[in-house]
Structures are given as structure tokens and as C-alpha cells.
T-cell receptor, first 111, second 114 residues
Framework: DTAVSQTPKYLVTQMGNDKSIKCEQN?????MYWYKQDSKKFLKIMFS???????INETVPNRFSPKSPDKAHLNLHINSLELGDSAVYFC??????????FGPGTRLTVT | AQSVTQPDIHITVSEGASLELRCNYS??????LFWYVQSPGQGLQLLLK??????LVQGIKGFEAEFKRSQSSFNLRKPSVHWSDAAEYFC????????????FGTGTSLTVIP
């Protein structure tokens, strides 16, 4: 009965490759988010979708593209991966204006 | 602009001792405030939240936090720390008028000495 799940948990890939991370929530929330946590543990929001509509789009490279096929899913696709993309990516979900629930994270390593 | 400051990067306490983690925020309206805990290799777990009402809020695992508007603070406390509390703690401000965007502090790493 996992609330917010992400796949894969670990992702190791080479520079220049394209990869996707998937996120699903079964909490019935209407808003989903992607965060990036760097090596210093700093958490920065990247995107937010409310009812499949993009509402937060922070300054991230165009190589990052979120896609929300439905309210329960928010995927993150990354093109032309770079060394600096190595981080832990967290998906989260919430009802609008309420606390966010986080997934377990995806550790991306670009070599 | 909204921001969250956690002045203590790292804190070490002895098991059984009391704990206070500091959090200061900057936000133009009444904030929504949260504390999350992140154990190594894990996601973030919500400890407690403040939206309105009683300024002393109780959370899970014996934690509590007090909202002090005059000091723009939301400090986390626990009367007696257990070894399992060793983790990274994040304070966050929710900005409901900006798509529920959360602003996180830089985190405080807690080490518990047996």
C-alpha cells in the first residue's frame, strides 16, 4: 500500500543518454511535484502539476521535461544527461495547499 | 521572497538528552510550516505541520514544534532523544498562493551519541 512510489530507485547511466523516472501516487492527491536533492542535501523544487496542468516550472534546463498522463502519475524525462544531473530526485504529492508526501527517491548517477 | 533558514548545519546530542532544532522563515503572509525527517537513503517523512490555531503542535515520534510569529520561528523539540532519531531534519514553508510551492531549509544533521 505504498503511497508515493518511484521507479527506478537507482539509475546509473552515461553522459548523453536519455532516461526517465516514473512516479505514481495512490493517495488521491491532485498535485504532484518533482524535487532535486543535491550532494549537500539541498532540496529544490523543479516542477509541479495540479490536475495534470503544469503550475510550477522552476528554472531548470530544457533537457528536463515532466509529463503527467493522469492525476496519479508524474514522470520526469531527462535528455542528453550531464554529469551535473547526478542527484537524488524526489517525487511528492499533496492536496492543494496541504502537506506534501514524498516518494523514496531515485538516485541518478551520470558517468 | 520566501526563505527558510536552519542555522545549525549539524547537531550532536547524547541519547536521552533534550533536542531543539531551529528554523526561521521569511514569508509575507501567515505561513504553512512543516518539519520533515530524512533517514539515510530514505525519502522525507512528515513529522508535523502548522496551518493555524494552537501555536504548539504535536507530531509523530514524540516531536513537537512551536510557531512564534514575533520571531518568525518554528523550532522543533523533543524532550528525550533516541538513537533512532539520528537523521537529517528539514524545515519547510508552504506558500499556498503560489501553487503550494514549498521552500525548504538546508537541513540540520542530527547525530545521537549512545
Amino acid at each position: 500500500d505504498t503511497a508515493v512510489s518511484q521507479t527506478p530507485k537507482y539509475l546509473v547511466t552515461q553522459m548523453g543518454n536519455d532516461k526517465s523516472i516514473k512516479c505514481e501516487q495512490n493517495l488521491g492527491h491532485d498535485t504532484m511535484y518533482w524535487y532535486k536533492q543535491d550532494s549537500k542535501k539541498f532540496l529544490k523544487i523543479m516542477f509541479s502539476y495540479n490536475n495534470k496542468e503544469l503550475i510550477i516550472n522552476e528554472t531548470v534546463p530544457n533537457r528536463f521535461s515532466p509529463k503527467s498522463p493522469d492525476k496519479a502519475h508524474l514522470n520526469l524525462h531527462i535528455n542528453s544527461l550531464e554529469l551535473g544531473d547526478s542527484a537524488v530526485y524526489f517525487c511528492a504529492s499533496s492536496f492543494t495547499r496541504y502537506e506534501q508526501y514524498f516518494g523514496p527517491g531515485t538516485r541518478l548517477t551520470v558517468t | 521572497a520566501q526563505s527558510v533558514t536552519q542555522p545549525d548545519i549539524h547537531i550532536t546530542v547524547s541519547e536521552g538528552a533534550s533536542l531543539e532544532l531551529r528554523c526561521n522563515y521569511s514569508y509575507g503572509a501567515t505561513p504553512y510550516l512543516f518539519w520533515y525527517v530524512q533517514s539515510p537513503g530514505q525519502g522525507l517523512q512528515l513529522l508535523l505541520k502548522y496551518f493555524s490555531g494552537d501555536t504548539l503542535v504535536q507530531g509523530i515520534k514524540g516531536f513537537e514544534a512551536e510557531f512564534k510569529r514575533s520571531q518568525s520561528s518554528f523550532n522543533l523539540r523533543k524532550p528525550s532523544v533516541h538513537w533512532s532519531d539520528a537523521a537529517e531534519y528539514f524545515c519547510a514553508v508552504g506558500a499556498p498562493n503560489t501553487g503550494n510551492q514549498f521552500y525548504f531549509g538546508t537541513g540540520t544533521s542530527l547525530t545521537v551519541i549512545p
